[in-house]
């Protein structure tokens, strides 16, 4: 089906829809036939399951929703059974997907029901207002909004016909793009296996030497000279080798009585505090000159002896994890800061410098695909994006011709 303009026009009299199609109906949720919210359970003793879907808001991803068996007379307020259109009242407000099953849930999600022949075009529809129902979140403390105002969500309705087209173009449409993020991410795989096994071999083989990390590496300290006018980038470390972040610039005289140290590029930075969940990186060229507290450890391979890329895919494998772990000392929930001494003191295999720089061509594959992915993955999602709300507003026509 091709993209192409309606012939005729009519005045929404909704000032954010503008022009709709002639034909197109303009309704509020509660006043399309067929479409109702969420019934309540048969039973007060029948175990259900919360939601535990990825929801998706503008074509963000939440995955911090996880699969839990809860007791009804504990959590559960409504019962959403298969292919009921899930949407988030509370934060994040207006998250939707759609249910692959029965679900109990509780009063942060609102269950829509409709035709099954109606269900896909709904959801398109209502991904593209949704992100809207923030606007209206009150709470001081956590934002919410009321079943009412998801009744009084203002959608658009063609011809049955049409909405058959409409799902059937954006199914074939939005399927492409999520294959072609997801073959990104199997090669993205591939290469980390690829580099997990190169480690592996190196554990593993009763040749390579065991050496104490003291003494194939470098502490590096360079304090600043703090001034208090002077504007300072502060580092921080994600999670499970995620990656860095930056925070907000910040002048000398506010970044606390903590010490801190110049980045240069090519450093391990380990977290102090989290090194236990895997939050080490090598900082790139943005980093250059950005600074990190006292609390996390920056660290070189010896020239001659260890490369830095290497030591990074040593520590993120599994016996990295489990010495990163074992070096990191606390009993009160997260709070496990890093002993630097002791990580010292412990001993990895060190390879020959040519098994290092093949593993190293690995690290450097998956640093240059990991950027080219994120670039990828975020236009695709913003053309995904703005073809469903063209489509579902009927900005653009695809009745009726080839792909």
Not at 20 to 31: A, D, H, S, T, Y
Not at 169 to 193: G, H, P, R, S, W
Not at 212 to 230: A, W
């Amino acid at each position: 089906m091709k993209l192409k303009q309606y012939q005729k026009y009519k005045e929404s009299n909704v000032e954010w829809l503008g022009k709709v199609p002639e034909e197109w109906e303009v309704r509020k949720l509660k006043f399309i036939d067929s479409v109702i919210m969420g019934q309540s359970p048969d039973s007060e003793d029948y175990n259900y399951e919360c939601t535990g879907l990825p929801f998706l808001q503008g074509n963000a991803e939440f995955t911090d929703l996880n699969p839990k068996p809860v007791v009804w007379c504990e959590k559960v307020r409504k019962i959403a059974i298969e292919n009921d259109i899930l949407i988030s009242v509370r934060a994040p407000i207006g998250a939707i997907n759609i249910a692959d099953r029965t679900y109990g849930i509780g009063r942060g999600l609102c269950a829509i029901r409709c035709k099954k022949s109606l269900y896909r075009f709904m959801f398109y529809q209502l991904l593209v207002r949704g992100q809207d129902l923030n606007s209206i979140g009150t709470g001081s403390t956590y934002a919410a909004i009321s079943t009412d105002d998801v009744n009084n969500i203002i959608l658009l309705l063609p011809k049955k016909t049409e909405q058959t087209q409409i799902i059937s173009f954006l199914d074939k449409k939005t399927t492409n793009m999520n294959q072609a993020i997801e073959k990104v991410e199997q090669l993205k795989c591939l290469l980390k296996e690829r580099r997990l096994s190169l480690v592996g071999n190196a554990i593993l083989d009763n040749k390579v030497p065991k050496i104490r990390l003291q003494f194939v590496v470098d502490n590096i300290t360079r304090p600043i000279p703090r001034k208090d006018k002077e504007v300072y980038s502060q580092l921080g470390l994600y999670n499970w080798a995620r990656g860095i972040f930056h925070k907000q610039p910040t002048n000398g005289e506010d970044l606390g009585d903590s010490s801190f140290y110049f980045v240069e590029e090519g450093d391990l930075i380990i977290s102090g505090q989290f090194a236990w969940e895997g939050a080490i990186a090598i900082a790139g060229p943005k980093e250059n000159g950005c600074v990190v507290s006292h609390r996390f450890p920056i660290v070189r391979g010896k020239e001659g002896k260890l490369y830095t890329k290497y030591l990074w895919a040593f520590l993120t494998s599994k016996l990295g994890h489990f010495i990163l772990n074992e070096s990191s000392v606390g009993s009160a929930g997260r709070n496990r800061p890093l002993n630097i001494n002791r990580l010292m003191k412990e001993k990895i295999p060190v390879p020959s410098l040519k098994i290092q720089e093949e593993i190293i061509k690995i690290v450097e594959k998956e640093k240059k695909l990991n950027l080219l992915s994120k670039k990828f993955n975020k236009l695709l999602e913003e053309y995904k994006k703005s073809l469903i709300h063209n489509v579902v507003t009927g900005k653009v026509n695809v009745q009726g011709g080839d792909e």
